[in-house]
DNA sequence: CCAATAAGTTGATCTCGATCAATGCGAACT
DNA sequence: AGTTCGCATTGATCGAGATCAACTTATTGG
C-alpha cells in the first residue's frame, strides 16, 4: 500500500518482523538471545482479504496481533444497525489485549491485510515475565489511549467539515510517522484505504454527509481527486487548520 | 462524597492509601519493604477546591497523581469556546503519564477533590524499575483505553436521550464497582458530582439538551429528582436498555 | 465489450439538537 | 427577611446533518 509496508517488510524478516507488538527486531537491545527465540517460536503471520473479518465482539479472541501491512477498522455496531468505528488500524497498531480471553469489538479488514501474531497464552507469559516488552505494551497502550480521547473531542465537537478534515489530517500523520517522516507539510498526497462507509462510521456521520463534504472541499480547493479512492492536498497546513488545530502546526498540545 | 470515599479513607492511611495509582496498600502481596518504604517517601497529598485546575493543556505536569476522593474532569477547549470532556475522573483514576513531562489536557476539579500523588521523575524511576508496578499501570491504562472506545460508541451515534441515559448508568456502574458491589439493579440512586454543563460537556451536547433529556426522563418515569443534583432511579434494567445495551445486563460485550 | 453489481454522488425534504432568549429556583450574603 | 448571583429549566426558532430517493461512476465477470 503506502511506503511503510515496503520499508517494514524489508527488515530483517527471518528474524523477526519491525512492527511486532514490542516492536522487536534483531538489534533490540533489550533482549536477549532466549527471548528473541522465544518471541520467534510463538510468533506466525496471517493474511486476511478486504471484508472478511479478524474477530468478531465477544467471541474468544485465540492471538495477540499485530498488523504488519493493509488496515482495519475496529468497530461495535448496535443492534439496530448504527455502526461506530473506535479505532482505525493501521500497521504496528496491535489487536488483543494480555489477559483477556474475548474480544471487545469487531475487527474487519478493510484492505487485503497481514498480521504478525502471538499464540494469546504464549504472549500473556511474555508479557507477565519481560518486564521491558510488558513498558512497550504500556507506552503503545498510553499512546492509543490518547489517541482515543483525541477523537472524542472530534467525534462530540466537530462539525461534518471538521470531522472529515481531522481524519485525513490524522491519516496523513500516521503515514508520515510510519514512513520515518516528520511532520508533513505543503503539498502531499493521501490514499485512502477504506471506502466511504467505513469513514463515515469512524467520523460518526452518515455516507451521504462524508461524501457532500468532501465534494465541497474539492470546491473550495482543499483537496484535488486523483480518484475516488485518492486525493491531492495542496496544502496540508489549510486542511490542519479546519480540522481546529492551532496554526502552529502538530496537535494540539 | 459516596461511600466509597469513606470506605477508601480508612484503610491504613498511615501505610498507603487503598486507591493509589498502582493501588498499593499494606497487604500488597508484590511488593517487599523496600518497594513500599520508595513509595510512601514519594508520596504525597493535596486537596483542590470545586473548579480549581489540577493539570493545564501543554504546561509542565509536576506529579503522577490519582483521585482520593472528588471528581475532575479531563477536557479540552477549542479555541472558539466549543468544550469536550475525554474523562470523567473518580477515585482511583490516575492523572498523568510517565515518562510524559507536560500535560494533554486540562484537568479541573468538579468538586473538592483530594489527589495522591508522586513527584513525576521519582514515579517514571518506580515504573521502570519495578515490573509489578509496569504491569498494574498497563491494566488500568487498557481498562481505560477500552473505557475511551466505548465512549466514542456514544458520542458518534447515540441521541440525546441515549447519552444521557448511557452517563447516568456508567456513573452508576462505577460507583457501584468502587464500593466493591456488583451490577447495580433494581431502584438506585445517583449523587451527580457535576453540573449540568460538565455533563454536557462530556455528553457533546448543549446544556439545554441535556436538561431537556432530563425533563423529558422524569416524565417517563424514568427518572425521579430527589434535587437537581440527585436522582432516584426506580429501573436500573430500564435505563440501561436506553443507554443502547442487550437486556441481559453488563456493557455489550 | 457490455451487462451486472457495488460504490459514490447529488437532490429534496425532514428532524433532532443548537441557538437565542426569557424565566424559575436555590444557596450565600447582608 | 430580601437581594444577588449562578445554575437550571422552558420556550421559540433555526439549521446542520439525517433520511429517502434517484442517478452516476467504477469495478467485476461473462
Known sequence: MSQAVSRMAQSSPNISCGNCPIR??????????DELAALEAAKSYRSFAAGEPLAVSGEALTHFSSIVSG??????TLEDGRRQTVG?????????RPGRATAAYDVVALSD???????????????????????????????????????????GR?????????????LIRRRAAATGQGEPAGD???????SREAMSDHLGLTIETTSRQ???????????????????I????????????????????
Chains 1, 2 share one sequence.
Do not use: Y
Not at 188 to 194: E, Q
Not at 216 to 223: P, R
Open 214 to 232: 468532501i465534494t465541497a472541499m474539492k470546491k473550495d480547493g482543499l483537496i484535488q481527486a486523483i480518484n475516488t479512492r485518492a486525493f491531492r
Open 113 to 155: 491485510t497481514v498480521v504478525c501474531r502471538f499464540e494469546r497464552r504464549t504472549f500473556d507469559g511474555l508479557v507477565r515475565d519481560t518486564p521491558h516488552i510488558a513498558t512497550r505494551l504500556l507506552t503503545m497502550t498510553l499512546d492509543e489511549l490518547d489517541a482515543a480521547r483525541d477523537w472524542a473531542v472530534v467525534l
Open 188 to 194: 502531499v498526497a493521501v490514499a485512502l484505504p477504506l
Open 24 to 33: 522487536h527486531n534483531a538489534v533490540c537491545a533489550e533482549c536477549d538471545k
Open 88 to 96: 482505525l488500524l493501521l500497521p504496528s497498531d496491535f489487536i488483543g
Open 71 to 76: 488496515c482495519a477498522s475496529m468497530s461495535r
Open 234 to 253: 495542496p496544502s496540508f497546513e489549510a486542511l490542519a487548520l479546519i480540522a481546529g488545530e492551532d496554526d502552529d502546526g502538530g496537535p494540539i498540545a
Open 158 to 170: 466537530m462539525t461534518a467539515r471538521e470531522k472529515v478534515a481531522a481524519f485525513l489530517v490524522s
